[in-house]
């Protein structure tokens, strides 16, 4: 079981910068992936960036050169630098997603935070 503590978000103005936190606990050494996700008012969940163990990173082309995911040196924590930010492209609940791999089923598992809501004014 892996659990997904997000903390960071919150009202900004267009073109201002936000920073997005998870925090991972329980059985951290199963994680494959730690990616990020949002869902915006009539929108469907979409993946924002998504940063892998050996550290390679992706993003959707929408927040490419604006957001930028890290992850801190004990690979517990996985961030979310938001910059450059658009109202209605932007503002959404973002959930922090991470994925295991379980070698008793082999089977991949996905775990949710619990949602932060990102308001960007025009």
């Known amino acids: 079981q892996v659990q997904l503590a997000q903390s960071g978000g919150g009202l900004v103005q267009a073109g201002g910068s936000l920073r997005l936190s998870c925090a991972a606990s329980g059985s951290i050494d199963s994680i494959t992936m730690m990616a990020w996700y949002r869902q915006g008012p009539g929108k469907h969940l979409e993946l924002v960036a998504s940063i892998t163990i050996d550290g390679a990173t992706n993003y959707t082309d929408s927040v490419k050169d604006r957001f930028r995911i890290s992850r801190d040196n004990a690979k517990t924590t996985v961030y979310l630098q938001m910059n450059s930010l658009k109202p209605e492209d932007d503002t959404a609940v973002y959930f922090c997603?991470?994925?295991?791999?379980?070698?008793?089923?082999?089977?991949?598992?996905?775990?949710w935070g619990q949602g932060t809501q990102v308001t960007v004014s025009s």
């Open positions: 997603n991470a994925r295991t791999f379980e070698t008793m089923t082999s089977r991949s598992k996905d775990y």
